[in-house]
C-alpha cells in the first residue's frame, strides 16, 4: 500500500515476465536453444546439473537453476518459484540420459535413470504447467529422438523412452489443442553433445554425417514463430549420411 493525497492506494503487482523453461540448459542442445529463446525476448530459466562447463558467459535474460529432473519434490519447487516471477509460454523438454549396449548389460540404476529423465521428467513438467500454458496458449516442445521412429538393438531401453515421450507428446496435443497449446515433439538424430557421454561411439567429424546444437535450436525457432494456428506438431532433423565414429578405447 502507498499514500497519495492522504489516502491508502494498494500498488498494482509487477507484470509478470514473459518465460520460457529449459530443461538439460547447462550445454549441448539445450544450451543453443535457451540462447536463441534469450535473443527472441524470453526470460529463459534453464534447469540444468552443473553450469560450471559452459564456455561462454549465457546472454541476459538467462536464469539457471541447479537441480535434478529426476528429483520430482525439487522440480516441484523450483517450477514453483518461476512462476512466482513469470509466465511460461514455452517450456522445452529437452533433458536426455543415454545408456546404450545389449539390454541384459544394462543394470536397474541405468533403467531407471533413462525412465526418469527422459520419460517421466517431461510428464510432471507438463503436469505442473499445462493450466499456465492453456492461458498463454503456448508451446510445449518435446526434444524426442529420431529413435522414437525406429527399432533400436543395443538401445532398446533409450529407444523407448523416446517412444513413449513421442506417444505422449501426440495424444497431449488433441487433449488440450482446443484451449491453443502447440504440442511439438522434435527428432534430432546424431547431434554432437554429452548424450553420448556412456556409450562406445559418438557423432562422427564428418560434417554430413552430424548436427550440431544450433541447428536443434533453429528448429525450436522455426516452430514457435509459425502463424498463430498453425502448429508442426513432428519435425525429425537428419544429417545427410548415415554414420557414427567409434570412441578409441583408453590405453592402460
Request: net charge positive.
Amino acid at each position: 500500500m502507498e499514500q497519495w493525497r492522504g489516502q491508502e492506494v494498494e500498488q498494482a503487482a509487477p507484470p509478470k515476465k514473459k518465460g520460457a523453461l529449459v530443461t538439460g540448459a547447462s550445454s549441448g542442445i539445450g544450451e543453443a536453444i535457451s540462447r536463441m529463446l534469450c535473443e527472441q525476448g524470453y526470460e529463459v530459466y534453464g534447469i540444468g546439473r552443473d553450469f560450471s562447463r559452459q564456455k561462454k558467459p549465457m546472454p541476459a535474460g538467462f536464469w539457471p537453476i541447479c537441480c535434478d529432473v529426476t528429483d520430482a519434490g525439487a522440480l516441484c519447487r523450483a517450477v514453483g518459484q518461476i512462476k512466482e516471477e513469470a509466465v511460461i509460454e514455452v517450456l522445452v523438454n529437452n533433458a536426455g540420459c543415454g545408456y546404450y549396449g545389449l539390454h541384459e548389460e544394462l543394470n536397474p540404476a541405468k533403467i531407471k535413470a533413462l525412465v526418469r529423465t527422459n520419460l517421466e521428467a517431461p510428464l510432471v513438467l507438463c503436469n505442473l504447467l499445462l493450466r499456465d500454458l492453456k492461458r498463454a496458449k503456448g508451446y510445449i516442445i518435446n526434444i524426442c529422438s529420431v529413435t522414437a521412429r525406429e527399432s533400436n538393438p543395443h538401445g532398446c531401453a533409450y529407444g523407448a523412452t523416446k517412444a513413449g515421450l513421442l506417444s505422449f507428446s501426440q495424444s497431449l496435443f488433441e487433449e488440450a489443442r482446443k484451449y491453443g497449446v502447440k504440442v511439438v515433439s522434435i527428432l534430432p538424430d546424431m547431434t554432437v553433445s554429452d548424450l553420448y557421454r556412456n556409450a562406445d561411439f559418438t557423432a562422427d567429424e564428418e560434417p554430413r554425417a552430424r548436427l550440431v546444437p544450433k541447428e536443434v535450436a533453429e528448429a525450436v525457432q522455426f516452430v514457435i514463430s509459425r502463424r498463430d494456428g498453425l502448429v508442426c506438431t513432428e519435425l525429425a532433423l537428419k544429417p545427410q549420411l548415415h554414420r557414427i565414429a567409434r570412441k578409441k578405447c583408453k590405453k592402460m
